[in-house]
């Protein structure tokens, strides 16, 4: 199989990255395909190779990003006997694929041509329809070398119908939960609030999306929280950026009737979901884009699950006198949420001025004027993305941005990260420094060098945000040994080893010079930022103190 493809990438038929650990190449192709939004193969060999495959298929299904998993088996005769590399490798990944498709056990020879060709579109049907991971085992009969005269007799003409007989695979349709209720209205002269969660539709629909999101909040007046990995852009009125320290600090008006249209999964903010379930959930619409599965995590709302732009057509069938802004009441609503959303602005342009030590929150606030525009980034899970939705402000929406939309696991985001940069070009990696060095071998794979991947390393020495969960001290155990885990390595010694440029960043005067410098270079650099993140806490916390004391 290897040979099959390298010869055929040599003769450009596809992009071909090799790699020796799974893990990290499974990651790397849910970066690329998540930026493309086409399915990448990663193809691997038999035994714990596959059990590798693992960490990324889960977040491809919950994200709902299209990934072919090809993995070589042994045949029938050499399974369940001993045999070296031969494991169940077939129930592997069964939980988390769209569905399972197994070659005949006795060997893919026993295929003919048309079942083959047949395999194939199946494989690409199956991860693009409702978008997510699919497995692909096929055991291969000895003997797995073929001669150089075998090689030169199959460049010459695939004589594929030399496969004679005809064993059709298996196929294994992974059944999901579904929910989907039907249309349920809105009244838009009431008021309401749009929840943007992560994107999870198809690439090609999210124009789409952003166009029914405008009109439905120039119908409403209604005010929208968006995540910053939910697609909408800058342009889009309505948006509240602060909605998270709006809600920290009791500026929303909780009142009872308040309509809640949620668009995707929720974006995961505990002030979120305490704030929705202080609502009675009478009017609590879920929708989903062909996302079945259930997605409210509070159950409350009522889902419907054929897309906004299909929901819209029925609403304003519904409606058709409505004009634009029709509730003078809604538009006063969202004219004062506005007004307390620009005055948290101007505290903060104060509070994390761009100059001096550097903090967390300060970088999630000024990165976006250091970075050029549309220069996208990608957030490891735990503080980073947290403090993004927190304190970024209109700079989420200001370029596009990703982060795991499925499962917050701290591994595979330099992966993902390089993924991500070889099909989109030069890109900014903001990473906890856990995150960093569970995923250090993916320096080992293919680096982009064309352009530079420059990955900010927030250096708080282990998980800092197990310092902003405010546990009350353990009577026993040690919380750095438990939780916070501080690692002793050397960033710039890792760095030398791999041969990646590297920078020690030490305030914030710095930011711009070092990344003119980082944008010269080609490949991964690494940019070392030390934060201390017990006072870092501090500061969030004093934030929300003075920010109470301040809206009025
Ligand atoms: C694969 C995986 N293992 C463990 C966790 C639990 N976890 C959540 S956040 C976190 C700490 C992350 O530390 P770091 O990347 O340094 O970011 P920080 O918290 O400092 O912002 C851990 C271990 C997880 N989400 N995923």
Known sequence: MALALGGMAEDLQFNLYTAIDERSAAFMALGISTATGKATAVITTSGTAVSNLLPAAVEADKSCVPLIFITADRPERL?????????????????????????????????????????????WNEAHAFPGPVHLNLPIEEPLHP?????????LGWE?????????????HNPLERTSEPFQDL?????????????????????????????FQALTGWPIFADPLSGLMKDQPGLIHYWELLIATNNINSDQDLQILRLGPLTASRNLEGFIKSLSNKNHILITEGEKRPLDPL?????????????????????VNLQNHSSIKNLELLNSLMAKNNQIHSYLDKKLSSNGIINEPKIAHNISNILPAKMPIMLSASSPIRDFFTFSGSSSFARRCFSYRGTSGIDGNISMAIGLSLAIGPLVLICGDLSFFHDSNAFLLKQ??????????????????????????????NVDKLFIMPQSVQLSSLAKAY??????????EDFSLTFDWCMKHRGPVLIHIATDSRADNLLRKNITKELNKLII
């Open 299 to 319: 159950h409350m709302a009522k889902q419907y699950s054929l897309g906004f732009d299909s929901w819209l057509k029925v609403f304003i069938s519904k409606h």
């Open 187 to 215: 009244d838009p002269l009431l008021f309401g609030i749009i929840l943007v969660g992560p994107w999870r539709g198809k690439p090609e629909n999210i124009g789409a999306f952003r166009n029914s999101v405008k009109v």
């Open 79 to 123: 399974k369940n006997c001993g045999a070296n590399q031969s494991v169940n490798q077939e129930q592997f990944l069964t939980s988390v694929c769209r569905s399972v498709i197994k070659a005949p056990s006795k060997g893919i020879h026993t295929l003919t041509n048309r079942s083959l060709i047949s395999l194939v579109n199946n494989v």
């Open 499 to 508: 041969s990646i440029p590297y920078k020690h960043l030490l305030s914030f």
């Open 160 to 172: 594929l119908d030399s496969f004679d007989n005809d064993n059709k695979p298996d196929l294994i």
């Open 448 to 477: 982009p060098r064309d352009h530079p991947l420059i990955i900010f390393l927030i250096d708080n020495k282990g998980g800092g945000i197990f310092n902003q969960l405010n546990l009350d001290k353990p009577t026993k155990g």
């Open 147 to 155: 001669s150089t005269t075998e090689q030169k007799k199959a460049w």
